[in-house]
């Protein structure tokens, strides 16, 4: 099959690799659209750890089941499925609670770590085990499916932070998880939701799918345009979707006395936390690790139109020019957000 290698750090190619083969509780994937994720940008230059060559990234995905494992009998073929990102075991601890995203012998599609190796989806075909698969509504694009992911991350970051007193929210950061928390923020019940970042085409893309207000993170100081904006009262939940020291600080200074902070981006392994204001303050922090059991919900809402994806796809584009879309988004080439990958043809449905 076709499939875009990670050989090394800083490299991409189009090489011919053998087909995975379901094994028993498994099903074999003819994908048909694959998303670029930050977080595979992250490992494509070897930052973040989690991405060791060589290797076959892709995690957000969706295709058509062409063979299933033995005891797979609530799929088969040609089921139009996507899959969860996170492999879990269905039978530790965390698993027994309903808590798959903290399951014990977690692994990750299309990640590598010193721990297992999982081969995703930037391929023609990707086996993965029936017990993460959901079915997709007939009417759902495989391209708009490849973004379930993504929203089911935002979706349970915006249940984490819900609480009976929560009604307006800051998300600081306009990257696609950005951007897809602020739609689920408002899904979820939160009558304001404020984003912030540094990129005006980002804000302007956050004021045009619901935000109640957007502020330049690199301007004027970002509490004092919160306070102005909320009367003085600072918002009830800052999520915070980028990931390092500056943006937890201010996630922390934006938040009312008893208000949450919802951490969800990683991009630094550690940051400087502000204690006193977070004691004094009696502050939450609250992680929020990829999702558990948000897809239905993802896909009730992207065919309601209640998280509209198709204006945050930049491009979908032939498998064979993964290496070229990688190099451009590495660069932080302005106005790209979500690529799509597809060795289906670009207008594959």
């Known amino acids: 099959m076709r499939a ?3 050989p090394e750090y800083k490299r991409l190619e189009i090489v011919d690799f053998p087909a995975p083969d379901p094994g028993p509780g498994e099903v074999l994937i003819h994908v048909a659209a694959c998303g670029i994720c930050g977080s595979d940008a992250h490992g494509y230059d070897g930052s973040s750890g989690r991405r060791i060559p060589p290797l076959i990234m892709g995690h957000e995905a969706a295709g058509v089941i062409v063979r299933t494992g033995a005891g797979v009998t609530s799929f088969g073929e040609g089921d139009r499925v ?3 990102s996170t492999v879990y075991c269905g039978e530790c601890r965390f698993c027994r609670r309903g808590l798959m995203n ?16 999982r081969h995703g989806a930037f391929a023609e075909y990707v086996v993965v085990p029936a017990l993460i698969l959901y079915r997709l ?3 759902l694009p495989f391209a708009h499916a490849a973004m379930l992911e993504a929203a089911s991350v935002g979706l349970h970051a915006a249940a984490l932070s819900k609480t009976d007193s929560a009604d307006s929210a800051l998300v600081i950061g306009a990257g696609m998880i950005g951007i897809l928390t602020l739609q689920a923020l408002r899904a979820e019940g939160f009558s304001r939701v404020y984003v912030a970042d540094i990129d005006e085409s980002r804000l302007r893309l956050a004021a045009r799918l619901g935000a109640t207000a957007t502020f330049h993170a690199g301007g004027a100081d970002l509490a004092s345009q919160v306070r102005e904006a909320t009367s003085g009262e600072m918002a009830d939940v800052a999520v915070e979707a980028v990931g390092r020291d500056e943006t937890v600080r201010a996630a922390v200074d934006c938040v009312r006395k008893g208000g949450t902070v919802t951490l969800v981006g990683n991009i630094a392994p550690e940051v400087t936390l502000p204690l006193q204001k977070v004691v004094t303050r009696q502050l939450r922090l609250q992680g929020s690790a990829a999702s558990c059991g948000e897809y239905p919900r993802a896909m009730e809402l992207f065919v309601s139109g209640g998280i509209q994806v198709a204006p945050l796809i930049s491009a979908v584009a032939p ?3 993964g290496p070229r879309w990688f190099e451009r988004l590495y660069a932080h080439e302005p106005n790209l957000m979500k690529v799509v990958l597809t060795p289906e043809a670009p207008d594959a449905n």
């Open 319 to 321: 498998l064979e020019e």
């Open 102 to 117: 903290l399951c014990d012998r977690r692994e990750v599609v299309g990640v590598s770590t010193p721990d297992f190796r």
């Open 137 to 139: 509504p007939e009417q």
């Open 4 to 6: 875009l290698l990670l």
């Open 82 to 84: 996507t899959f969860d």
